[in-house]
């Protein structure tokens, strides 16, 4: 099939490449020409494990195509995905300004009967204002608009699109299912269950979807908070819990605050949603509420186990990013954490494997170091903040060369029953 991808972020450069992958021809589009010379020039501009060798076999075979000519592209291609970012305006709402920009410029190119596809998280009814966009231009008869929302983990993407638990398109005329059931075809037969609804019931399962996963690491977040009162171990409430087929054993780690591009954005949004069609969403709303004050609640956490001495203390942070294989900051943790102590005076190095950042780079006292040994020398504070592999089987001691030191490990890589028998102060969430 002749695809076209618009907007080559994370969602249209990922799921373009898959696609071309599974056989397709795909033109990825951008209006940013530095980002097209960039693909165009063999390199990557995102940050996803394995991202670079699928775009460049599918590129080398000539079935990935970059280019800045949306109207080329439209004309030469018979699904348009509109993949273009729709981050939060100012009350919280998704700001939908590129969709409708891409959804005019696409009106312009109807050649021949084309569907387009909306692949980018949108609120409830946005496909109905897609469609009147376009239909100010085009016959009906020559368009159709559907819903496909994506469920692609940063970090995880590539393996999210080939081995999805499930496609979730929604059109309000099934006529068009076919073609798009079609391209799905080859995830399908390795299992991926095609489910279809109309095209707002696919819209709301995006938000719904990221608003009860939000909801559910918050709320193991908050259990964990009672486990560190009732000396009881997190670990093994998730298990049990888990274990029951109706709550499922996955996105129950507790950590950090929840970051990243999406559920902070889909929560807020979300909410906005209801707020408009009159529904007040108060779990998603006290959920927001919690991990944001879960930020300070793990800074304080920080402090107290430097008995509240911050000052001229060294404290080093393995991993700043939201979560592990990502460079994404957003939403991280690390930004509240991090000024928070060093406006106190605590004495900060930090290590990621994705580099320096330039959220810290105005922060007096705040290094970072291209080692972990070299973060983590004369410390008085290790903390684990993402739980990156390299992380997890280090000798502190070592790393330290001191004897009085202490350790946060804020994703539980490691044993606190064995940690508790070595020679520091091991502390950790829930437990
Ligand atoms: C999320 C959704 O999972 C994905 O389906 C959607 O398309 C985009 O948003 P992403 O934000 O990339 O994906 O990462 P995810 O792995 O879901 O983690 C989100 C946040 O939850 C991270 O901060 C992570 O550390 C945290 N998390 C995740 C936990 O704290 N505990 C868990 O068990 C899982």
Known sequence: MKICMVGTGYVGLVSGACFADLGNTVWCVDKIQNKIDILNSNKIPIYEPGLDEIVKKNYKAGRLKFTTNLNFAVKNSDLIFICVGTPTSKNGSADLKYVIQAAKEISKNINNFKIIVNKSTVPVSTGDMVENII?????????????????????????????????????????????????YQPLVNKGAVFFSTNRRGAELIKYAANAFLASKIAFMNEVGNLCEKTDVDIEDVALGMGLDKRIGARFLRVGPAYGGSCFPKDTKAITVTGDKFKTNLSIVKSVIKSNNLRKTILTKKAEKILSNKVKNKNIAFLGVTFKANTDDMRGSTSLIMIPSLAKK?????????????????????????????????????????????????????????RKNFKVFDMRNLYSHVDENKKNYKYYSIGR
């Open 135 to 183: 239909s100010k231009k085009v016959k009906k008869n020559m368009f159709a608009v559907i819903s496909n929302p994506e469920f692609l983990r940063e970090g995880e993407a590539i393996r999210d699109f080939r081995f999805p638990d499930r496609i979730v398109v929604g059109a309000n005329n099934k006529r068009f299912l076919n073609k798009i059931k079609k391209l």
């Open 345 to 401: 005076g605590a004495k900060i190095n930090y290590y990621d494997p994705t580099g320096s950042k330039k959220e810290f780079s105005k922060l007096k006292n705040v290094k970072y170091c291209d080692t972990i040994s070299k973060t983590c020398a004369n410390t008085d504070l290790i903390i684990i903040h993402t739980e990156w592999d390299e992380f997890k089987s280090l000798n502190f001691t070592k790393l330290t060369k």
